[in-house]
């Protein structure tokens, strides 16, 4: 009995300690959420307001200052980026618009089960259609003219850095509302042959302004390519190895991507890519870069980098996509910029 008495006294002190333990770890978590929502001296100001997707001359984009408006769709005016911010009510993980759509990638967590969602988006932020995720939101796009969607999510892993990740990219025409559920049901060619693998993975969409054309990241045994698709003939084709996230410039001309400057790293630097002639130009920008860049005009490129001692936030920069200049600080407490 006395073995028996100091197993059970044993096991009652381990379950205490290991109560002890998530507790102390949950109002860890708890207190390092309250301080990153608390605004600090020096953070933007932000004030609730009526945001549009048709108003033109603005840069949205979801803020990431500390407060009641962290991750809401706001803008500023595109002239005076770091002046103070419109915040709507509408809150989102990753977010992007074009010609009046707009795109919102939410993630809740539950008890049980995390819960992600896209919001097909009108002009007015108003909710048309949802759609419900098979994970993680990671990245969003709107064609120029409105009628594309696209989102990709990690379905396993949380990371392009990860040692093993899945994701799963779909494409939404707003006009007839036909869902791809994944572009793994495209056909693909690869280097001139027609390609099947069981690991293939598609990210990061970007829309040509024919409203057919698509370019995209492709990842299979190890490497990744930049791809050319068609929504029509539910094709696409490699073009060139170590390119992801591309985006698309709006003369259509070039595609900004991250490139994998080391192998077996998880530190990638902004190129832009001439389509043409396929010549690679490495941007001013010298950080690591793990976001989809977001063209400003056709000489400058915005993207996310992590804010300066705190945790979870983002600032937005951008640089002359011709490698010359400086990167710029363009909007402090910030991501997911999409000029209107």
Not at 80 to 99: E, H, I, V
Request: with cysteine; aromatic share 8%.
């Amino acid at each position: 009995m006395t073995s028996l008495r100091r197993r059970l006294l044993v096991l009652v002190a381990a379950v205490l300690v290991l109560a002890g333990l998530g507790t102390g770890v949950v109002l860890h978590a708890a207190a390092r959420a309250d301080r990153a929502n608390r605004p600090q001296s020096g953070d933007p100001a932000v004030r609730a307001g009526t945001l549009t997707l048709g108003q033109k001359g603005r840069l949205a984009f979801l803020n990431a200052a500390p407060g009641p408006h962290r991750t809401a769709v706001s803008s500023v005016p595109s002239a005076d980026p770091r002046g103070g911010r419109t915040a709507s009510n509408l809150k989102c993980a990753r977010f992007y618009a074009a010609a009046g759509t707009g795109i919102c990638l939410q993630s809740d967590p539950g008890v049980l089960k995390q819960s992600n969602r896209a919001l097909l988006l009108d002009a007015g932020l108003r909710t048309r259609r949802t759609f419900p995720l098979a994970g993680t939101p990671s990245r969003a796009r709107v064609s120029s003219s409105g009628r594309f969607v696209a989102w990709t999510v990690f379905v396993s892993g949380e990371s392009y850095s990860s040692a093993f990740f899945s994701t799963r990219t779909s494409i939404l025409d707003t006009r007839t509302m036909r869902l791809t559920p994944s572009l793994e049901t495209f056909s693909v060619v690869k280097d001139g042959k027609p390609y099947h693998a069981s690991d293939i993975n598609f990210w990061g969409v970007t829309f040509a302004a024919d409203d057919d054309t698509f370019y995209a990241t492709l990842n299979t045994a190890g490497t990744t390519y930049l791809v050319r698709g068609s929504i029509s003939r539910r094709t696409v084709t490699t073009l060139v190895e170590n390119v992801e996230c591309p985006s698309l410039s709006p003369d259509g001309t070039r595609v900004a991507f991250k490139k994998r400057v080391l192998s077996r790293t998880d530190l990638w630097h902004e190129y832009v890519l001439d389509l043409r002639t396929l010549r690679e130009t490495p941007l001013a920008e010298r950080h690591s870069v793990d976001d989809q860049a977001t063209w400003l005009d056709d000489h400058t490129v915005a993207y996310a980098l992590p804010a300066d001692g705190k945790v979870g936030s983002s600032d937005l920069w951008s640089v002359p996509a011709d490698g010359s200049g400086t990167p710029h600080l363009l909007i402090a407490g910030a991501s997911s910029p999409a000029p209107l």
